[in-house]
Every structure is written in C-alpha cells, then in structure tokens.
C-alpha cells in the first residue's frame, strides 16, 4: 500500500502536507542533554560544510559550538533549529548532513516526548514514500501555516498532558476533555483562515490518536462541522500494524483530495447565497401593494379557486430556488477544467451513504400539501397513494405494493366560484413498487418509503378512473385513525417531475428533461461460513444492515442475485479476525484452516473487495465465494467443501 501513496497523492494534487501533534512541540533548552550537544558537535566539527550550511540557514554561528550552557540558553535559536530538524520552517542551504546533525541534537529529550515521536514514526514513514513535502508542527502552530497544507494530520488530544500510553484511572477525564476541546478550536481556527475567500479550499483533516475511537471521531467531525468527505480517523497502532483499512483510509483521502475540494466553495457560499436570494424576494414582498393581491385575484386566481396565500407561496418558493441558482452561478461559477474524479476509482473503504439520492428526491417529490379545499380533502396533481396501510414495522419491505398517482390535469381539479370542479372522476395511474435495480424504459423513479428506496413500475397501457368524491372521502380518511386505510399519502411530484410522467402517460407533452438521479447504495446483511462434510458451518455471529459492512449497488436489468456488490475496510477488519480464528481453531477441518491461511498470506486480493463488482467476482478461485440471496430465507448455493463463504442478505 505505501509503495502507491506517491502516485495517489499525485492523483489527489497532494502538494503540501501537515503533521499537528504535540509530540513537535519545540523542546526547552535544558532538554537537550551535554552528552547530545557533545555529539552534535562532534558532527559539526567533523564535516564543516555542515556549519557553513547551518550558518546560512538560522542565526547560529560557530561560537555557539563551544559552550552547552550558552547555547541551551537561546531559546529562539533552538526552537528554529527544531524547526529546520523537523520540516517546517524550510531553507535552500540546508543539507542532509545538516538534517543528521539536528538529529542529533534533538534526539535525548524527555521519554514521554519520545514515546510519542515514537509513535508517529509510522506515520512519517508512510508519508515519505509520498514524495511530498512534510511540515511537523506542535500542539499551537499558527493557522495561516497550516491551512496551506492540502492535508493536516491532527492529533485528537492535543496537549502534552495526555501521557502517550495513559493507565486506566490515572489521568483524569477532563485533561481528555480539554486536549480534545482544544484540537477542535485549533480545526475550527485553521478553517477560518479560509472563510473569506470562497475560491480558497481548507485542508483535508485526517485524524490520528492512540486513544480514540471511530465514534468518538464521527463526534469530533459533527461538532466540527467538517465535511465527511473530507474527513478520516485512523490509529498510530493501526499504522504500525499496518492495517488494511486505516493504509486506505489515509489513501482515499490523498487521491480525492483535488476531487473532494470541489463541494467547498459550494459550501462556504452557502448562507451568502441564501441570504441573497432571501434580500431579493423579501424586496419584493416589501414592494407589493393591495392593488396587487386584488389585480391578482381579480385577474387570474377568482375563477380558479385557489387562495391568494396559497399561490404566494408556491411564487415565493420558486422564486427563493432560481435567485439561489442565479446566486451559486455568481458567487461560485462552474469552471471549465479537466474533471478531478476522471483518476479516482470508484473503490472506497468507507461506508457511502445516501445524502445525494435523499436531497435529488427533495427536488423531485414534495411533502407539502399544500391548500386543498375547504376540507383539505381535494386531489392535487402528482399526489402519490400508497394503496393499503403501511407495515408496522419499519424495515418490513414494500416490494409489490401497488401505488397510484393522481393524472388528472389541475384545471380540471380547482373549484371555480365556489362551484364544484369541472372533473366528476379522476385519471390515475397504477403502478408497482419495486427493487431500486429494476429494469423499465423510464428514468429511475426513486421513492423514498419508512427509509428505503423503491423505483415504480408504471402501467403505462392500463388507465384507470376513481370517482372524485369517493377518493376525497378515502383522503379525509388518512387523518383519521381508521385500522384499514384504503390509501396512504406519501407525497406529490413536482411540477417537472409530474409534466414528464403525465407526457408519457397522455403522450400530449413535449418531453421534459430532468436532472439525472444519483445512484443508491443498500446495506446488506451476512455471515461468514464453510461447507465442512456437506454441512453449513457458521464462523462468526453474523453481521446486520446497521454495520455498514457490505452494500449492494442496484443496476437495472441484473439479476438479483447478480447485483454488484461491495464490502467496506470494517468488513475487512472483520473478516481477517474471523479468518485468524478460523486458522488456529482445532474445531476446523486441516483443509478448512488451510484455505484461512491463504487468504490471510492473499489480503492484497481481499483488499479489492472494497470495488463495486457481482458477487462472483469479489471470489478468489478455490479459497472465497460471495454469494447474495434473491430473497431472505433463500437457501445458500451449494458450494465446495472447505472454501471460505461470505453469504449476503439484502
């Protein structure tokens, strides 16, 4: 893995980076011991381009070699040579002998200073072999210097209180408390550099601690703010055992570094745009007179049925969603440049998750009623009915429930002078809930149901009608609390969304183009197991949606249980535990432990299964086999004896 940091970093743009960490902080002069300065002398005298060199590169002069004393006393002299000796301050003249002789110097200080320099040492190793340049910096750097850096390494606990290797009891929480309170001011601070400028991208932030967890991070990241996408936590024991997932966390980090950025002008014009766009519509509000509602009303809305603040609404709504585009577009324009995401691989070892399909389906389908009659029981255009009640339980699925939508145009459905609508029946179309990787002629039409994603089947060829009265009778009924609700409201398409579906429908409009949907990613439950004798044997307890080990990415038109799958780092940590088990248990056929130990010697080959591909391909030949479930309670296929299997449920 290290040996492909350089080029994933020439991938991500990776320029610059930083390592913040009290470790660095610089050392006091009675730090440094005689015996070292004497050797550090020592090396000096021996090559005198190296004094020539240092001379140039800080105010050090010869004179300062021949007393320990005098020289421990120049505080601003030593901080400086710790800064040469460890990359942050930089200067032409400086050589690697000069770096050897820094080393030198600086290498007897306390032991808690050197368990933790200790500890980062696979950290910096691992950078190395990124060929890019390193700033190592203590707890207290100014912000300026490192909101330069493309990717900063912040230590959770951010002081020199917190001991390198606590015992249970000794250091009091709130010393955690604060160290951890004081590295988010320091992120927060190092963000604010930036802030003004919209074009200017804040570092990445990578995490690291000895002590922390993955929920204590995700905690550190919410209180933050900071994008998840720009954001990862790793362990120093991990990055000296050298874990899979942690090694490829810090890589996707380095390669989407450039791919990443692209959302933070987005974000950072944010509450400008919105603010902006709010200005420009509450001036008009501010500007419209009473002659305006009643010419309003007069004119369009007192044949139509509909109330004035009704429309206003809807016009504000509207309005408030194009100045914000106009906004974005000023503010934050589109660049004409090579696409950054052309050299990232879809292959990530974090779990995704569905924050763009949920704000796509925002733009699509509204939660809003909107005004409805007098009895708020009047049909509107793109409702969609959920046919039935809804399951109890959340997670039961609605695949095969049959959904309706309301077809009939809205000139038909609005009261005109108090009279009743034109329309005595209502057009509705019937379709069926289906798998997300269904596969129909339409573009995908993503319904969101109790949390789970559906596409709807149309039956386009089979128009139906409902009676007007007898459907608003059925709606006055979902706010009752009635045990067999005959129709359940999810919500109503808006106007583009519903223009395309009815042109379809009717085949009287022009086509509408729309914004392309996201693609979804579904968790997926298993286990690990072996076939020993003919019989299933289950290696580990099993895993359910909520760990965030594996997911299925729905394509249309595969079969289910051909849909491509693919398995985060946490499944990997979790698979090489059960592997390790599996090849010292004595419990275990000899064959059994021996295919275990080959994958265990192949976890180059299991680090792909981080890649979107159908569960066949994620197998390696005569050692694993994945397999997905059509259904759940579908018997597992029969397999060879003693091949390791990873069973999927979605």
């Not at 408390?177 to 930036?194: F, S």
């Not at 969101?448 to 128009?463: A, C, L, Q, T």
């Amino acid at each position: 893995m290290s040996d492909n940091l350089e080029l994933v970093a020439k991938v991500g743009g990776v320029e610059l980076l930083a390592i913040v960490d009290d470790a660095y902080d610089p050392p006091r002069g009675e730090e440094i011991s005689e015996d070292a300065f004497n050797r550090f002398v020592q090396s000096m005298e021996d090559d005198p381009q190296r004094i020539i060199a240092l001379t140039a590169a800080s105010a050090f002069v010869e004179d300062d070699l021949d007393d320990w004393e005098t020289f421990a006393a120049k505080a601003e002299l030593v901080e400086h040579l710790w800064k040469l000796s460890v990359g942050v301050a930089v200067h032409g003249a400086m050589t690697d002998g000069v770096g050897l002789s820094l080393e030198i110097l600086f290498s007897d200080v306390s032991h808690d200073r050197i368990s933790k320099l200790q500890q980062l040492k696979p950290l910096e190793k691992l950078l190395a072999a990124t060929k890019v340049r390193v700033m190592k910096l203590g707890a207290d750097p100014e912000p300026s210097v490192v909101a330069k850096a493309n990717v900063v390494f912040l230590d959770l606990f951010l002081s020199s209180d917190v001991p390198p290797n606590p015992m249970p009891g000794e250091t009091p929480r709130t010393v955690f408390d604060k160290a951890r309170e004081r590295a988010i001011r320091y992120l927060e601070d190092v963000r604010r550099e930036t802030q003004d400028d919209v074009t200017a991208v804040p570092p990445a932030f990578i995490l690291i601690s000895s002590l922390g967890t993955q929920q204590v991070a995700q905690n550190f990241r919410k209180r933050t703010s900071q994008t998840a996408s720009r954001f990862r936590f790793v362990q120093k024991q991990a990055l000296e055992r050298e874990d899979p997932q942690d090694l490829l966390a810090i890589a996707e980090i380095l390669r989407t570094c450039r791919a990443s950025a692209l959302f933070e002008p987005l974000r950072k014009a944010l509450p400008t745009v919105i603010a902006e766009a709010q200005g420009w519509v509450a001036q008009r509000l501010v500007e419209l007179d009473i002659a305006d509602f009643a010419r309003l009303f007069e004119l369009s809305l007192q044949s139509e049925g509909q109330l004035v603040e009704d429309y206003i609404k809807e016009v504000v709504a509207g309005a408030v969603a194009e100045r914000i585009m106009c906004s974005f577009t000023k503010h934050a324009p589109t660049k004409d440049r090579p696409n950054p995401f052309d050299d990232v691989p879809s292959r990530f070892v974090e779990a995704p998750s569905n924050a763009m399909a949920e704000l796509y389906s925002a733009t699509r389908m509204t939660s809003e009623r909107g005004y409805r009659g007098p009895d708020d029981s009047m049909p509107v255009p793109g409702d969609l009915f959920l046919e039935g009640a809804l399951p109890k339980r959340a997670s039961t699925s609605l695949v095969g429930r049959t959904i309706t939508a309301v077809m009939t145009p809205i000139c038909d459905l609005m009261s005109r002078n108090g009279g009743e609508p034109a329309a005595t029946s209502v057009l509705m179309l019937e379709g069926t809930l289906r798998p997300t990787y269904h596969n129909h002629k339409l573009d995908p039409q993503i319904v969101i149901v109790n949390g789970r994603f559906y596409e709807v089947d149309w039956s386009m060829k089979h128009p139906q009608a409902l009676p007007l009265k007898q459907l608003k009778k059925e709606v006055q009924q979902l706010k009752k609390e009635v045990q067999q609700k005959k129709r359940i409201w999810l919500g109503r398409l808006k106007a583009e969304h519903f223009l395309a579906l009815q042109s379809e429908y009717l085949s009287s409009f022009a086509r509408v183009g729309l914004l392309k949907a996201p693609a979804l990613f579904e968790p997926l439950a298993g286990k690990v197991c072996v076939r020993e004798g003919g019989s299933l044997i289950e290696l580990d307890d099993g895993f359910d949606f909520k760990s965030s080990f594996a997911f299925q990415s729905p394509q249309r038109g595969k079969d289910a249980t051909k849909q491509p799958v693919f398995f985060t780092g946490a499944f990997l940590e979790h698979l090489r535990a059960v592997l390790q088990q599996t090849a010292e248990s004595e419990e275990r056929h000899a064959d059994t432990r021996a295919k275990a130990k080959g994958l265990l010697e192949r976890m180059d080959q299991l680090v792909m299964m981080v890649t979107r591909r159908p569960p066949a391909s994620q197998g390696i030949n005569d050692y694993l086999k994945v397999e997905l479930l059509p259904q759940r309670g579908a018997a597992v296929p029969a397999a060879p004896n003693h091949v390791i299997l990873v069973v999927l449920k979605a």
